[in-house]
């Protein structure tokens, strides 16, 4: 039974999802991930974009983003990359749970942040008055109250029905903006401030089903911390309007210094 080897191996959004620095390099593989079936579900923050080095496809796939990186260094027996940009829970339920089966010894997976509209929340915070970004990401948080977390249970039902020996990591999102930071222009501190808010109270809402599923959860804020926007070291792309599928994702060195260590971590 695969489990005995699974042992031995843990021993959009702006401006539409439709909305480079490279980090630090990869440890030293970990020789018993030969024997595992690696499938990497999820959305824009599991496939990499703002990364670079995509694959060609829709779904903007990077190598250099966190779970191909961790392939490359331990070398699974499979690797399965089926994350897509701007995939949301049905997205993953309806296309990607197809990867999974019995075998698969390891899942990641973040997926949330397009269900709640965060992709609307930065353009409607961006473009429009500081009390309509306000309402907006008010009503972001009463979705992720009300709604996400039965979507998020018919995710992770799933996910552990067609794997049920896998782990499964379920990967947070970063805080977008360091406050009292480098920037003087842009959002005000408030938006600034209810936006940071608001990816905490996804963060905790997710760390809550992952955990009631037995999965584990990635927090990614504490990685991330000193690397936001305003940063002056930024490891998340701002408003890029000449490529502006990339804003408010994690660079190359968001992904390798901010998404891997916390995935490994996890294991």
Not at 139 to 164: E, Q
Not at 231 to 257: D, K
Request: with cysteine; net charge neutral; proline share 3%.
């Amino acid at each position: 039974m695969k489990m005995s080897r699974l042992v031995a191996f843990s021993s959009s959004l702006l401006l539409g999802a439709a909305l480079a620095l490279t980090g630090a390099g990869v440890a030293n593989a970990d020789s018993s991930a030969a024997a595992v079936d690696y499938v990497a579900l999820g959305d824009s923050y599991s496939s990499g974009v703002g990364a670079g080095s995509y694959d060609g496809s829709s779904c903007k796939r990077s190598s250099r983003a966190y779970p191909a990186l961790w392939a490359a260094a331990n070398s699974p027996s499979s690797f399965d990359f089926a994350a897509c940009s701007g995939a949301r829970t049905n997205d993953v339920t309806g296309s990607q749970l197809g990867r999974l089966n019995a075998s698969t010894d390891l899942v990641s997976i973040s997926i949330g942040g397009n269900d709640a509209g965060f992709a609307d929340v930065m353009t409607t915070c961006v473009l429009q008055s500081e009390a309509t970004c306000l309402n907006r990401i008010a009503t972001a948080r009463a979705y992720v109250d009300s709604s996400l977390p039965g979507r998020l249970d018919s995710v992770y039902s799933a996910i552990r029905s067609k794997a049920p020996s896998a782990q499964v990591v379920v990967l947070g999102y970063p805080r977008f903006y360091q406050l009292g930071g480098s920037c003087v222009a842009g959002l005000s501190e408030k938006e600034r401030s209810a936006i940071n808010g608001a990816s905490d109270h996804l963060n905790t809402a997710t760390a809550k089903r992952a955990a009631d599923h037995g999965f584990t959860f990635g927090d990614v804020r504490t990685t991330f911390t000193g690397h936001e926007i305003c940063s002056g070291n930024s490891w998340l792309h701002s408003v890029n309007w000449l490529n502006i599928g990339e804003s408010y994702h994690p660079t190359a060195a968001g992904q390798s210094g901010g998404y891997l260590p916390v995935f490994k971590s996890a294991l």
